[in-house]
């Protein structure tokens, strides 16, 4: 997939009625996602103010009894940021059965949408993606994973890095030719920077990459 064309699509995402081909729809605990009848699974970010206490401010790191058990390998060990595992295993539980061929996230989809593409080892394209990963420690399946971050868009690179969070997969990072800290998170300026001639280009253009 043409990664500009996936944040076309992720904007979509955000209200697909009549803009994107919705086979079947998530709506559990605070978690929304979209299944599309290609099989691209669309992953909104927050959209409520209960997501920040349900997920964005539960930091402390956990393990995952749920993606331990249904992977059997790859899983056990790993901790992650809590709030962001519990999107996730909410995501998780719902999409594995219907096979989605790639996962799109922005922003707290993102994060979700990480530890999800790569457990499921499918590609994954996160936009304003948060570190999501406690340690160093390389997780199974991460290679399915690209992260697009603008450096001034200040929720992407949270928490902090001395938390001890990263990033799991590729991350590469949009650099504006005028920053504005904290005011660019939405995806159409995303969307702009990818198609800036200077900015944009680092990025791949596609993903998974051709071979």
Known sequence: MRVIDAARIMQAGYAPQG????????NRAGVQAHLLTDGTLVVPGTNEHMDWVSFNLRVRPRMSSVLASVL??????????????????ILFDWARPHRPRRIIGHSLGAASAQIVGASL???????????????????????????VNRTDDLVAWQPPRGFG??????????????????????MKFYIQLLQHPVAGARVPKVWPPRR
Request: hydrophobic share 35%; proline share 7%.
């Open 19 to 26: 803009r994107l081909s919705v086979a079947r729809s998530l």
């Open 121 to 147: 080892k499918i590609p994954t394209i996160g936009f304003a993606a948060p570190r999501t990963k406690h340690g160093s420690t390389r997780f199974a399946g991460e290679g399915w994973v690209l992260n």
């Open 165 to 186: 969070f990263r990033h799991i997969g590729s991350l590469f990072a949009l650099r504006p030719p005028q920053t504005n800290p904290g005011g660019d998170h939405k």
């Open 72 to 89: 059997r390998s790859g899983a056990s060990g790993a901790r992650w940021h809590s709030g962001f595992l519990t999107h996730a295993e």
